[in-house]
């Protein structure tokens, strides 16, 4: 049963092999804590739930946001279970979840990504396969926000050079157009140049769109090493560097110059506005910021 629904996620629910791979974890998990058994109408019970949870806090020492985790995927499966009739109800519901911090989304300075993108300017003419690649990958996530796997998955044909958007294949395969600047357009089509000279011709239509400098697609860890690497070199940038911060910071900027929370939430793919609600936290602190600065009797509250 336990391969059906991870089979299920994967081909009918369109999860991403990443979320796939979690949700195999888990079950997994759980099931040697049952000693192996995978009779789910026995050992999915409030008492064997309650007992998983504190084995996960005692002996793995996982924090809460990772326990909830766990008890949203077994929460999942057995409504999975409940629809196969293994189970009558979901036990999970009576387990009461931990109690989880919320953290605001980080983002980077305006000015900080700024310095990064005139200290890489030059001509984009020159430069080699890897820098190019590198200053592109950059480009992409800075300028439309995508997920790390979205940006792994775009493909040649992905790319509308005339309507300047890019199809981009989100989460639950969801397709979406995402707008792309002029000069991201152009940057795109030096390195498809490259690209070609490279490799020896255009490649097809399902030809990835950024190509490792061996000429296969790019990879999470490929990814996650070029942001670090390139913005390694920025001194104002003091927060950790990844794909998911320079999407953040998309999404903090658009809001704070005024873009409405439905648009951020299309641009982004989510697929809910209290996704993207949680932008509003880091606006509305730089909001307080600027009051406190500018008001005339700020400085008097202060001293009062």
């Known amino acids: 049963m336990r391969n059906k629904y991870l089979s299920h996620i994967r081909n009918i629910r369109r999860y991403s092999p990443r979320t796939c791979d979690i949700y195999a974890e888990v079950l997994e998990s759980f099931v040697a804590f049952c000693d192996g058994s995978e009779d789910f109408a026995t050992t999915l019970n409030v008492n064997s739930l309650r007992a998983y949870e504190v ?7 996982l924090s809460a946001r990772t326990v909830t985790q766990h ?24 387990v009461r979840r931990p109690k989880v911090e919320k953290r ?10 700024e310095a990064y993108f005139e200290s890489t300017k030059g001509d984009p003419e020159f430069g080699t396969y890897e820098q190019k690649l590198h200053r592109l990958t950059i480009s992409i996530l800075a300028s439309c926000g995508l997920r790390r796997a979205e940006l ?58 950024l190509r490792t400098p061996k000429g296969g697609r790019l990879y999470p860890v490929y990814v996650d090493r070029v942001v670090k690497k390139e913005l390694g070199g920025v001194p104002d940038i003091t927060v950790r560097r990844s794909p998911h911060v320079l999407r953040h910071t998309l999404a903090t900027e658009l809001l704070s110059d005024g873009a ?42 202060d001293k009062e």
């Open 55 to 61: 084995y996960l806090f005692d002996e793995r020492k």
């Open 71 to 94: 008890l949203s995927v077994l929460s999942g499966f057995c409504r999975f279970l409940m629809k196969q009739g293994v189970l009558q109800s979901n036990p999970v519901h009576l």
């Open 104 to 113: 605001l989304p980080v983002f980077y300075k305006e000015q900080s990504m």
């Open 152 to 209: 792994i998955g775009l493909n040649v044909e992905d790319v509308d050079f005339a309507r300047q958007v890019l199809h981009v294949r989100g989460k639950g395969d969801k397709m979406r157009e995402v707008p792309v600047l002029p000069s991201l357009c152009a940057d795109i089509g030096l390195y498809l140049q490259a690209a070609e000279a490279k490799f020896g011709g255009p490649g097809s239509s399902d030809t990835p769109l």
């Open 260 to 301: 409405d929370l439905n648009s951020i939430k299309e641009l982004l793919g989510h697929s809910s506005l209290a996704a993207t609600q949680v932008y509003t936290h880091n606006s509305v602190e730089r909001l307080r910021s600027v009051y406190r600065s500018a008001h005339p009797r700020a400085g008097k509250d």
